[in-house]
Structures are given as structure tokens and as C-alpha cells.
T-cell receptor
Framework: ETGVTQSPTHLIKTRGQQVTLRCSSQ?????VSWYQQALGQGPQFIFQ???????GRGNFPPRFSGLQFPNYSSELNVNALELDDSALYLC???????????FGPGTRLTVT | GDSVTQMEGPVTLSEEAFLTINCTYTATGYPSLFWYVQYPGEGLQLLLKATKADDKGSNKGFEATYRKETTSFHLEKGSVQVSDSAVYFC??????????????FGSGTRLSIRP
């Protein structure tokens, strides 16, 4: 069984640019959640997608947006990048009926 | 809103020492509680969980008991190993709004074990 995978592993962008991060959920999981983990802090919930619809959002501005595809893979898009967006972005997949989330290895985004 | 407060690190212990990492939570409902571990350069791994009061989660020698009366979920291990060196996150799951849940994390405790 394949676990949660994320791409790319690392990314460097310039302030003001846009970025897309990708996540493939674990087989059979129809829910994907995204988290931002700043250096030295715990992950913060960005949003969650369930069967291609946004199903809950944390305290992040609209320039953070997402998609979920029919195969339940997902994208996180961030527009107008700011220096404070530098972080590890974690994707987690789960079955909708349980709260056990399985995390991917993350994408390290650096904004300069 | 719901929140998790955990013991600040870093914590440095000698191998075979007893470990306690304190965690308390604030929640209006009846959350599930978790401990996650993050090894250097890796993502998060679920270490253990408890879904209701007085439940004890355990895994790899680690234990934590869901104490509703003290709103706590302290992580313990009787004899730590060098391989336990990692960052540990206490977390709770918010069930309020949907069948799928978001996880609220503490700030993490870095644990280093000396040989």
C-alpha cells in the first residue's frame, strides 16, 4: 500500500510569485488536509478537501487555495507569496469517517 | 477556541532515563487526543492516540492517558533510547463541524537522548 506522497520536496520562490504543491493521498482515502509548519512550530491547519469540495478552512487568507481531483489527489496553491509563507507544507489523507490522518513527508518552501 | 499546550523543550536525557512530556488541552467538546513524532527531515508519524476519557494509548513503549478531569494527555516512557530523539507533538482532533476532522497541534517538544 502506497502512503501519502508530496511533490516537490523542496522549492525556492521569490516574493510575489505563485506556487503549486501536490499531494497524492493514500489508497482508499477520500479526504485530504493541508497544514503549514513554520520553523520551530506545530503544524497549522490550512484547509481540508472531501470528495472534491472544501470541507473546512483554518485562519489563512484567500490567496491560499486548493483543489481535489476525482482520484482524490490534491493541490495547494499560494498566490502573491510573502516571506512568512516560508515553511514546511504537510499533506495528510484520511477516511472521512475517522479522524486518523496519515501525513506525507512535506514540501519545504522557501520564499526569498 | 480549542488549543493544546505542551512542555517547552528542548529536553535532554540520558539513555534509559524515564521520560515525561506534559500536555494539556482546552476544548469545548470531547476531542480525540494524539501524540505525533517527527524525526529529523521527515513528516509526522502518529505515535499513539486516545478517543475518550480514561483511555490509554500506547505504542513502542510510549504511553499517554486521556485525563478529562485535568484536561491532560502526558506522554511517558520508562526507558528512552537514542533512537527516540525527535520532536514530539501533542494534538487534538476537532469533531465539531463535520465527520472529517482538523487536527490542532501543540508547539512541539524537541527530545534529545545522550548515549
Amino acid at each position: 500500500e502506497t502512503g501519502v506522497t508530496q511533490s516537490p520536496t523542496h522549492l525556492i520562490k521569490t516574493r510575489g510569485q505563485q506556487v503549486t504543491l501536490r499531494c497524492s493521498s493514500q489508497s482508499g482515502h477520500n479526504t485530504v488536509s493541508w497544514y503549514q509548519q513554520a520553523l520551530g512550530q506545530g503544524p497549522q491547519f490550512i484547509f481540508q478537501y472531501y470528495r472534491e469540495e472544501e470541507n473546512g478552512r483554518g485562519n489563512f487568507p484567500p490567496r491560499f487555495s486548493g483543489l481535489q481531483f476525482p482520484n482524490y489527489s490534491s493541490e495547494l496553491n499560494v498566490n502573491a507569496l510573502e516571506l512568512d509563507d516560508s515553511a514546511l507544507y504537510l499533506c495528510a489523507s484520511s477516511l472521512a469517517i475517522t479522524d486518523e490522518q496519515y501525513f506525507g513527508p512535506g514540501t519545504r518552501l522557501t520564499v526569498t | 477556541g480549542d488549543s493544546v499546550t505542551q512542555m517547552e523543550g528542548p529536553v535532554t536525557l540520558s539513555e534509559e532515563a524515564f521520560l515525561t512530556i506534559n500536555c494539556t488541552y482546552t476544548a469545548t467538546g470531547y476531542p480525540s487526543l494524539f501524540w505525533y513524532v517527527q524525526y529529523p527531515g521527515e513528516g509526522l508519524q502518529l505515535l499513539l492516540k486516545a478517543t475518550k476519557a480514561d483511555d490509554k494509548g500506547s505504542n513502542k513503549g510510549f504511553e499517554a492517558t486521556y485525563r478529562k478531569e485535568t484536561t491532560s494527555f502526558h506522554l511517558e516512557k520508562g526507558s528512552v533510547q537514542v533512537s527516540d530523539s525527535a520532536v514530539y507533538f501533542c494534538a487534538l482532533s476537532d469533531h465539531k463541524y463535520s465527520s472529517a476532522s482538523k487536527i490542532i497541534f501543540g508547539s512541539g517538544t524537541r527530545l534529545s537522548i545522550r548515549p
